[in-house]
């Protein structure tokens, strides 16, 4: 390769807003696994580097001279941040139609952080460090459901979701290998427990994230593409009309549709169906109706996510994530002291107690990416192929969130406060973990099925929920140990559950009529599949 051709390949790969040639729903097998991989990679960093420095928590106080609560606003902040900020990279990423750069430019952030925060001789200053931090790892969580909808049909979306959330859970490396949500990796303090006990003590945590984002950051540039989706031009099936079969173009684009639909029935993307059957039009990007030049020119709004929350559906599931996600946080954030001061675990035993929770997200991610679509189907199956979005909500959702959360929660809190075996707590924080996962990971499917265009801004309406819930229970989780126990602890937890127990039966029910009220028409949603 000559020395211009690699000047034009690095001004290509680190171009703002790259062409998006083709449909990303057509994109091949192969480039949606490298998608999914790097996406989940990206997602990873906030759960990695949330998590990789706990078991450190007892030495960063007393090197720094720090006291316990300007020790825990590192990681209370921290989830603040990752709650506030992905609305700024969803309005920038809706207003720029990017996801790419956006990618890019989050890890260099994450980087630069994680070096700062390695060499930072002040608890103050790692404390606003871990603030950069949390602003750059969270791009990943808010423009990765947009991405996700831009890959994906709906059909097929519960699955990318699982592949998704899988990777995140069990951690970068691993999820290289096994393929690939949105939140919490247990690798990161399983390993962090190791780093400590090196001669750089609980920096070299903050050297490992460097490490990654550097080498995220590569594959970015080198491997990723640009896949913002314009529904309005690649959207091919209309709603009347009849088949454009007069030139040859035509007719090669829509064999493609066409063979898709003959091979994945009802699996694959819900606009497209056989023309023999349906008085839809299929036609190509090119012969789609112009609309380019009526439609609405966009502002940048960094606040517009936030007007979302007026939609019933939206407030109903971001509340649920909420509690469920806040309360799975307070176990994990209480979890290192509890576990030192009961039973004199060292840093890495305290890491390795993470475990229970990262079998809990594998297993919990597993059973999503195989179950999610499947049930969507077969709910509609039973409607005679209508469509509704609360089909989402499957029945892997009620066992876990009416009993392996509460139990879980119990479990962990009593078992510690009796000062039962360890073996006891570690089981209930996997319990937990699994019931958070089946979950968060269906109610943010849920969000993104119910409004495609616009799912990234949904999901950072859910993150901005769940975070603030879980900033406040983190700074409030270890005075409230402190003055009740951790077993009444977990019962102030379950209470939180059980109002999202009533929420969740109330969107299920009601959740139709909700999005009707909030304008996205049920009726359009179901006539595709009618």
């Not at 980087?111 to 404390?127: D, F, R, T, Y």
């Given at each position: 390769m000559t020395l211009s051709q690699l000047k034009q390949l690095f001004k290509s790969r680190l171009s703002i807003r790259p062409p998006v040639d083709g449909d990303p729903r057509l994109f091949s097998s192969r480039t949606k696994y490298l998608v999914i991989v790097i996406l989940a990679m990206c997602a990873a960093s906030s759960g990695f580097s949330s998590t990789i420095y706990f078991p450190g928590i007892p030495e960063i106080t007393l090197e720094l001279n720090s006291t316990p609560?300007?020790?825990?606003?590192?990681?209370?902040?921290?989830?603040?941040?990752?709650?506030?900020?992905?609305?700024?990279?969803?309005?920038?990423?809706?207003?720029?139609?990017?996801?790419?750069?956006?990618?890019?430019?989050?890890?260099?952030?994450?980087?630069?952080?994680?070096?700062?925060?390695?060499?930072?001789?002040?608890?103050?200053?790692?404390?606003?460090?871990?603030?950069?931090?949390?602003?750059?790892?969270?791009?990943?969580?808010?423009?990765?459901?947009?991405?996700?909808?831009?890959?994906?049909?709906?059909?097929?979306?519960?699955?990318?979701?699982?592949?998704?959330?899988?990777?995140?859970?069990?951690g970068p490396v691993l999820g290289l290998i096994l393929k690939v949500y949105p939140s919490?990796?247990?690798?990161?303090?399983?390993?962090?427990?190791?780093?400590?006990?090196?001669?750089?003590?609980?920096?070299?945590?903050?050297?490992?994230?460097?490490?990654?984002?550097?080498?995220?950051?590569?594959?970015?540039?080198?491997?990723?593409?640009?896949?913002?989706?314009?529904?309005?031009?690649?959207?091919?099936?209309?709603e009347t009309g009849t088949m454009d079969v007069n030139s040859e173009k035509t007719k090669s684009n829509n064999d493609q549709y066409l063979d898709l639909a003959i091979q994945i029935p009802m699996e694959e993307d819900q606009y497209v169906h056989s023309a023999q059957s349906q008085s839809i039009a299929i036609t190509t990007p090119s012969s789609t109706p112009k609309s380019n030049g009526a439609r609405k020119k966009k502002t940048f709004n960094p606040i517009k996510p936030f007007q979302y929350f007026r939609h019933p559906h939206v407030l109903l599931a971001s509340l649920i994530v909420a509690f469920v996600f806040g309360s799975m946080f307070v176990l994990e954030t209480i979890l290192p002291i509890l576990f030192e001061r009961i039973y004199g675990f060292s840093s890495w035993q305290i890491g390795l107690s993470y475990?229970?929770?990262?079998?809990?997200?594998?297993?919990?991610?597993?059973?999503?990416?195989?179950?999610?679509?499947?049930?969507?189907?077969?709910?509609?199956?039973?409607?005679?192929?209508?469509?509704?979005?609360?089909?989402?909500?499957?029945?892997?959702?009620?066992?876990?969130?009416?009993?392996?959360?509460?139990?879980?929660?119990?479990?962990?809190?009593?078992?510690?406060?009796?000062?039962?075996?360890?073996?006891?707590?570690?089981?209930?924080?996997?319990?937990?973990?699994?019931?958070?996962?089946?979950?968060?990971?269906?109610?943010?499917?849920?969000?993104?099925d119910s409004a495609p265009n616009i799912g990234a801004s949904f999901t950072a309406c859910a993150n901005f929920a769940r975070m603030i819930m879980a900033c406040i229970l983190t700074i409030a989780s270890n005075p409230l140990v402190d003055a009740i126990g951790p077993g009444l602890t977990c019962v102030f937890l379950t209470g939180l559950t059980v109002i999202a127990m009533i929420l969740l039966i109330i969107l299920k029910i009601f959740g139709g009529q909700f999005r009707y009220w909030s304008g996205y028409q049920q009726k359009n949603e179901l006539k595709q599949h009618i």
């Open positions: 609560i300007a020790t825990t606003l590192t990681a209370a902040l921290f989830i603040l941040f990752m709650g506030l900020t992905p609305v700024v990279w969803a309005a920038l990423s809706d207003y720029y139609r990017i996801r790419r750069f956006l990618l890019i430019l989050s890890m260099v952030i994450f980087g630069l952080a994680s070096l700062g925060s390695a060499l930072v001789n002040n608890i103050w200053g790692l404390v606003i460090l871990r603030c950069v931090q949390a602003s750059g790892a969270s791009c990943g969580q808010s423009v990765g459901a947009g991405i996700i909808a831009d890959c994906y049909p709906i059909e097929r979306r519960g699955a990318a979701f699982g592949k998704y959330f899988f990777g995140v859970f069990f919490k990796c247990y690798l990161g303090p399983i390993l962090g427990g190791f780093l400590i006990m090196s001669n750089l003590t609980w920096r070299t945590a903050f050297w490992f994230c460097l490490a990654f984002s550097c080498t995220v950051l590569v594959l970015i540039l080198f491997t990723y593409p640009e896949t913002y989706r314009d529904n309005e031009k690649w959207d091919t099936v209309l475990l229970g929770g990262g079998v809990g997200n594998i297993f919990g991610a597993v059973i999503n990416t195989f179950l999610s679509d499947h049930l969507l189907l077969r709910a509609r199956a039973k409607r005679g192929g209508r469509a509704s979005v609360e089909d989402r909500i499957g029945i892997n959702v009620w066992p876990s969130l009416f009993v392996f959360m509460p139990f879980g929660l119990l479990l962990f809190g009593w078992s510690l406060d009796k000062k039962m075996s360890f073996w006891a707590g570690i089981v209930g924080f996997g319990l937990v973990n699994f019931a958070m996962n089946q979950t968060v990971t269906s109610l943010s499917a849920y969000l993104v």
